[in-house]
C-alpha cells in the first residue's frame, strides 16, 4: 500500500527531537558572534553518538572557528572544484558568491578513513546527528557535500596535516554553523508516495 507520508503535527510539536528534525532548515545566513563553547561542544558530542557500521566510529570532526583558516579550507575547494572541470558545481559556486562556508562563525570538517567503505555512510550519520542538536539548540546549520571534493584530490594529505586528521583519513563533509540571520524558510512540502507499508 503506497500512503502519502502523514505527520501528527500536534505529537511532532509536543516531542522535542520530532520537532528539531521537522523544522531544521538549511541555514546559509549567519550573524557574525561566535557560537558558545559550550553549545559547540553539545553539537560535537552529538555526533560521537551516532551509530557507525559494527561500532568503528571511525569518523573524525575538525572544529574550525578561526576565520582565516576557514576561509583557507574554502579556497582549497574552490581550486579543487576550478581544476576538476565539474560545470554543475562550477555554477554553484557562482550562485554562491563563492564562499561555500557563506561566513559562518565555525565550521565542521567531518573526516573518515579513506579504506573504510561505510566510512562516508558513518560520517554521514555523524553529520545528521550534528544539524540535529544545532537545530535543537537554536543554532543555523547546512549539510557542505562540496566539502568531499578534497577527498579526491592529490593533495589530500597535505590537506589532511592541516586539518589534524589521524592518518589514512580524508575530508568528506563540512558542516556551517550560526546564529541564524533573518528570518528561517518554512519547509516546503514533503514529495507523495515515498512510503510503502507492507503489512
Known amino acids: 500500500m503506497f500512503v502519502h507520508a502523514r505527520r501528527n503535527k500536534e505529537q511532532i510539536e509536543m516531542n522535542e527531537v520530532l520537532n528539531a528534525i521537522s ?22 558530542e552529538a555526533g560521537l553518538y551516532a551509530p557507525s557500521a559494527n561500532n568503528a566510529q571511525n569518523w573524525h570532526f ?3 572557528q578561526n576565520s582565516a583558516m576557514i576561509e583557507k579550507v574554502n579556497k582549497w575547494v574552490l581550486t579543487e572544484i576550478e581544476m576538476s572541470g565539474n560545470a554543475n558545481l562550477q ?6 558568491s563563492g ?21 562516508v555512510i558513518n560520517a554521514a550519520a555523524a553529520t545528521e546527528n550534528m544539524l540535529i542538536a544545532a537545530e535543537s539548540l537554536g543554532i543555523g546549520s547546512c549539510w557542505i ?5 578534497l577527498s579526491g584530490s592529490k593533495n589530500v ?18 558542516i556551517t554553523l550560526g546564529y541564524k540571520e533573518g528570518v528561517t524558510p518554512l ?7 515515498l512510503v510503502s507499508y507492507i503489512p
Open 187 to 193: 519547509a516546503p512540502e514533503r514529495k507523495p508516495n
Open 62 to 64: 575538525t572544529v574550525i
Open 145 to 149: 557535500g562540496m566539502a568531499a571534493i
Open 23 to 44: 523544522t531544521r532548515r538549511s541555514i546559509r545566513l549567519f550573524k557574525p558572534e561566535q557560537l558558545r563553547q559550550e553549545d559547540v561542544d553539545a553539537i560535537v
Open 91 to 96: 555554477e554553484m559556486i557562482k550562485r554562491g
Open 99 to 119: 564562499s561555500i562556508f557563506r561566513n559562518a562563525p565555525t565550521v565542521i570538517i567531518v573526516s573518515t578513513e579513506r579504506k573504510d567503505r561505510f566510512g
Open 157 to 174: 594529505e597535505s590537506y589532511a596535516r592541516e586539518l589534524h586528521l589521524p592518518d589514512g583519513y580524508a575530508p568528506q563533509i563540512g
